[in-house]
């Protein structure tokens, strides 16, 4: 996770978060057991208002749905009309014209004109 993704959260998402850091496996009385290497280190999520631990991001945020979905919003998948039979379809990329079934017998049509073509001059 680069210093761009790091998500941001506001007092109300702070506090709800407190509540989950509680529910951690490595969470011991304010320190973190996976970061403990002989001497007491103190639990990243729990002084932050950053999405920092990693352990806390895939175990435990999943146990609230509501924080996730207000910290993570789920990907808007744009639409578009194929322009060969007019059905939507979400395109791969942001030049795609056509829906998988149209572009594929477009190919073979093209395909087939260049053979004849190509015939046609030997």
Known sequence: M???EISHMTYQQYRTAQK???ECCN???GNCLLLDNGE????PQSITYSLICKW?????????????ATLFP??????????????PFAPPRHNTLYCSTCAA??????????????RADV
Do not use: H, I, M, Q
Request: glycine share 4%.
């Open 2 to 4: 680069s210093a761009s």
């Open 20 to 22: 989950l850091v509680r």
């Open 27 to 29: 969470y011991d009385c």
């Open 40 to 43: 007491e280190y103190v639990c």
């Open 56 to 68: 806390f991001l895939a175990t435990v945020l999943p146990l609230d749905a509501g924080l996730r």
């Open 74 to 87: 789920p990907p808007t998948v744009r639409r578009r009309r194929c322009r060969e039979c007019g059905r």
């Open 105 to 118: 017998e477009r190919a073979k049509r093209s395909k087939r004109a260049w053979a004849k073509k190509n």
